[in-house]
């Protein structure tokens, strides 16, 4: 082959090769700013894009996730001068990638010494203890703050999170000896209160068993009075009967005396009888009446007959 057949042979491979470099391909997620003759000529979003060999250049390729950038700790002071370490951790979205490669050098170093000088000023108009249970309302401020001076160079801080809060070593003490009488004190806090819940318990059952005694003795007792009410009665009841029943047989007794038809010697005796039971052995005095004294001879005189008969 002659050397003017090489020479095509090269002159065409450059000119692919240029081609080739002529066309890009964007990823997802991301974009290209694309300047010509170095000054900014476009913003290539996702796909394939064609540049003009040798005066368009790719001059930046933007990242479009959310990322994330943990801080080194920063000195800062409070309010009541209390020089603590705070480390803190920001969420940012690049929105304008024209604005993002010419808004400022260095942008992630400008995020961070903007997020310390932040840090500071919010910090120093607070106190140690509002510091430490505040962070939601520092993490909200720096948020803010933030957004609003890295918007002009298409940034967006979504989010800041103050990662950790190192005080000095003696306040760390302090702290420590704080939450240990903190959790001192309610332990006996919990231990009162148990022992005072114990103690009404305790109150309560010996109340509710002197009430139960006191009913049960009151329906004892009440038993107890139905139980001799009920036994009076009966007695009464027994007592009526037999009141009755001799009664009845004194009735008996006079009809029986009525249907015999006696003469007046039995009967005189019948009342001889009736006194000797009336005085039963007990009387020291006894004054008979005439007609009995002279039942006395009759009752003689039958006992005489009754032994002369034998």
């Known amino acids: 082959m002659e050397p003017a057949g090489y020479v095509a042979i090269a002159f065409v491979v450059v000119i692919l ?8 391909i964007v990823p997802q997620a991301q974009a290209f700013v694309v300047e010509r003759l170095g000054g900014y000529q476009a913003t290539w979003s996702v796909g394939v894009h064609l540049k003009a060999p040798f005066i368009d250049k790719v001059a930046k390729k933007v990242l479009l996730k959310e990322q994330v950038v943990d801080f080194a700790p920063q000195p800062v002071i409070t ?5 603590m370490r705070i480390d803190t951790v920001v969420f940012f979205q690049i929105t304008d990638p024209k604005l993002y490669a010419y808004g400022v050098e260095h942008p992630i170093m400008a995020i961070e010494n903007l997020t310390a000088t932040t840090l500071r000023n919010i910090i120093g108009d607070l106190e140690l203890d509002q510091t430490l249970t505040s962070r939601e309302i520092i993490n909200t401020k720096m948020r803010v703050s933030l957004d609003q001076a890295t918007d002009p160079w298409g940034i967006k801080v979504n989010r800041v999170e103050l990662k950790n809060i190192i005080p000095p070593a003696a306040i760390q003490d302090a702290m420590e000896k704080q939450m240990k009488a903190e959790r ?12 005072k819940k114990s103690t009404i318990l305790v109150a309560e059952g010996k109340k509710e068993s002197a009430i139960l005694e006191a009913e049960a003795e009151k329906e004892a007792a009440i038993l107890r009075a139905e139980a001799k009410k009920e036994a009076t009665i009966r007695e009464a009841e027994g007592q009526a009967q037999a009141i009755i029943a001799v009664q009845q047989a004194n009735a008996d007794g006079i ?8 003469n007046n010697s039995v009967i005189q005796l019948k009342s001889l009888e009736a006194f000797s039971k009336a005085a039963d052995g007990k009387a020291t005095k006894i004054i008979i009446p005439s007609e009995i004294q002279g039942l006395a001879g009759l009752a003689k005189s039958l006992t005489e007959v009754a032994g002369k008969d034998a």
């Open 79 to 83: 309010k009541d001068n209390v020089t």
């Open 184 to 195: 001192e004190r309610r332990e006996a806090i919990l231990r009162a209160e148990g022992e």
């Open 255 to 262: 009809r029986a005396l009525n249907e015999a038809n006696p």
């Open 17 to 24: 090769l240029i081609l080739a470099s002529c066309i890009k």
